[in-house]
């Protein structure tokens, strides 16, 4: 009776990643719905051209480098490493903050040059750039909690789970809002130009 | 093995070793009030939860258009009562046209949203998915029961939104800005507009969280031999429901998220080139209002599908069961439902055919709208061909699965009418189109929900509702509904606009008195016998005839395989094998066999 059940369920999925795999899709419907509304804006009247923040260069080459210490944490965890994983994803954690900053520092670079992205006088063409972003950036804390939450299970003397779900269920949710990021960056460095 | 771990990981603190938990399905669960019945995370609670603050919204948001139906009916008389009940807002008992104006934006948003999305597949998604596919539970009952918890808050924002001094927003459910974007528009864009937003994004989380579960859950947790094209056309319905959710709702909320910038934070996202009266021109410019409409609708039509879906599928499982006959077409059933969930995503912007869309654009989703018409007469013929020379027990379920199929045929013929932008012209935003709707979404919808309840109550309670209430609401909702609706295409046709506060100034309209007395009178009597309803309802929890036999309707599908009350885990032992699709009624001479019963060696192939 075990022995049917577990090897049914080792061909499948498991539920939790196959609904975060479906609420992936789910933003990805709403990012499609935000991109597709800049599009639509930006053949309109009274549309302002101005340059990327070169900050943002910075802040993806960060986000790149997440994505690797996600995916060396996740092979640290399956070694059972778990020195080198809290390590790891103590460093991924504060690259997100750092992420975070970085993008915020782009905003602050907008206003600076005088492009204004909330408020009276603002032009649809910045605000996007700032909504959307900051969206992102949701997402981005959203993973930078949950990995706090992972890191205090790992010090946690008291249970040992040796589920590697958890792990990776993080690593294709990092590795997703990344490539998310990726994507929104060429949309805005090719269609705004 | 994960059936069992999701479940007592999460109900019961107890270690439960595996092989036992396969062995023994008989749990002494210790359940307090609170987990029982409050934060329940067991699906056919939580399906009850949902279904009943479904019906406390429904009551509400049809009493609102009772309201709404006075003032149309009676635009000159006095009601005192209702300055008693409304205070200010319907000054010497007459409802102010604030108070109008709001009262049909709630009753929209509260009907769409919280009855006939919510209270539809919040209910049955959630009672049907794990009992039908032979599941113990959700793929995850905590967010299962977050789902639940966030609609309630969404529910309590959006009735606190009716107490505050400026009123519940007035500017119509689909929230178009700048009457939502700007506070200084109209007194219900006020604090009214901020927390009809915030009830929206919750609602929009409630769903979210709902339908990753259903799909999921569909997907991963069927039990052995429950193939995809064995599974009941019911789950079919609901995952293709979920689907649309998920990928629609998230579009809404960025359309949302926008807005919020426009009104707090002096964004021109919506807003370009306004002035208003005593508040003067506003500084915002560049932004366009077709752009939210393209992201609502862009929801908005799907949704319409998200509550019509459902409703087709209890209204297939009811019409097989109870004509003891194989349900017609079962993959044209399911290719239709494909189909028309993949239209669903192309036709939004013929809400949109007077908005300043390019007309050559608006050619486009004429034809792919009128492409709908072939999966829903594909639909439509095979309910038909499922009842012809089959052998009817009139229940009330399957007067309501036949009532709904005539309410989705004559509502569905005036979607023709509407879909060709040249004739949409004359019909955009007249009582033609009120008509259309309430009919094919509402009124269908409804029905399919009463369907579902009147069939499966007694899985839910273990108790029948009285049959003589039921026909009686049966036969005045049916007649009442189409002597409410019907009239409203003349009106639509002489171009009668919707949402006004008073027709009887209009020389054009001064014909339609009587008529709108007419529909309101009915209108009040249907209200009444949905108290009726009401009344069976919650009388037969308590007081109905006791359900003896576990499979009362004689079906084939799985829930009737479980205890009369089943427990948190639905199947006492092992969950049942499945050898065979679910509409097996009437075949080799048995009247019908059940989904576990195998295939035998003689038996005729269906």
Known sequence: MMATLSREQKNKIHPYKFILLIAIGSIVMMFAGFTSAYVVKSNQSNWLQFSMPPVFWYSTIVMLISSLTIYLAEKAFKAREMARYRVLITITAILGLVFMLLQWFGFSYLEEHGVQIIGSGSNPAASFIGVITGVHMLHVLGGVVALLIMFFKAFSSRRKSYSGVPIDMMNIYWHFVDGLWIYLFIFFLYVSS | ?????????????????????????????????????????????????????????????????????????????????????????????????????????????????????????????????????????????????????????????????????????????????????????????????????????????????????????????????????????????????AVLGVLSFPVLLSGFILLIFDRNFGTSFYLSDIFINGVGALPNEGGSAILYQHLFWFLGHPEVYIIILPAMGIASEVMSINARKPIFGYMAMLGSLFAIAILSFLVWAHHMFVSGLNPF???????????????????????????????????????????????????????????????DIHLHDTYFIVAHFHIVMGVAGMFGMFAGIYHWYPKMYGRYLNNTLAYIHFWITMVGAYLIFWPMHYQGLAGMPRRYYDYSVWESFKQFTDLNRFITTVAMIVFATQLLFLFNFFYSIFKGRKVKSQNPWGANTLEWTTPINPGHGNWEGEIPEVHRWPYDYGKDGHDFIAQTVPVGASESKH
């Open chain 2, 361 to 423: 654009l608006g050619s486009f989703f004429v034809l792919l709208t009128l492409l709908i018409a072939v999966p829903s007469a594909i639909k439509v013929f095979n309910w038909l061909t499922t009842l012809w020379r089959g052998n009817i027990r009139f229940t009330p379920a399957m007067l309501y699965a036949i009532g709904f199929v005539s309410m989705f045929i004559s509502g569905g013929l005036t979607g023709i009418f509407l879909g060709n932008s040249a004739l």
């Open chain 2, 1 to 241: 093995m994960s059936n069992e771990a999701i479940l007592h990981g999460q109900t019961t603190g107890h270690a439960h070793d595996a092989d036992h938990g396969a062995l023994d399905g008989h749990h002494h669960h210790h359940e307090s009030f609170i987990t029982k019945y409050i934060f329940s995370q067991d699906h056919k609670m939580i399906a009850k939860q949902f279904l009943i603050t479904g019906m406390v919204w429904a009551i509400l948001g049809g009493l609102m258009s009772v309201l709404f139906r006075l003032q149309l009916g009676y635009p000159d008389q006095s009601f005192p009562i209702l300055e008693s009940l409304l205070g200010k807002w319907a000054k010497g008992g007459i409802i102010q046209a604030d108070a109008y104006y709001a009262l049909v934006t709630m009753h929209g948003t509260v009907l769409v949203f919280f009855v006939l999305t919510a209270g539809l597949s919040g209910t049955f998604a959630n009672f049907l998915i794990p009992l039908q596919i032979g599941a113990r539970d959700m793929a995850s009952p905590f967010m299962n029961m977050l789902s639940y918890w966030f609609f309630f808050a969404a529910g309590i924002v959006m009735l606190s939104s009716l107490f505050v001094e400026t009123g519940p927003f007035s500017g119509g459910w689909t929230a178009y800005p700048p009457l939502s974007a700007l506070g200084s528009a109209s007194p219900g864009s006020k604090t009214g507009m901020d927390l009809w937003i915030i009830s929206m994004a919750l609602f929009v989380v409630s769903s979210l969280l709902g339908g990753l579960n259903y799909i999921a859950t569909i997907l991963n947790m069927r039990t052995k031999g429950m193939s995809m094209t064995r599974l009941p056309l019911t789950i079919w319905a609901l995952f293709f429901t």
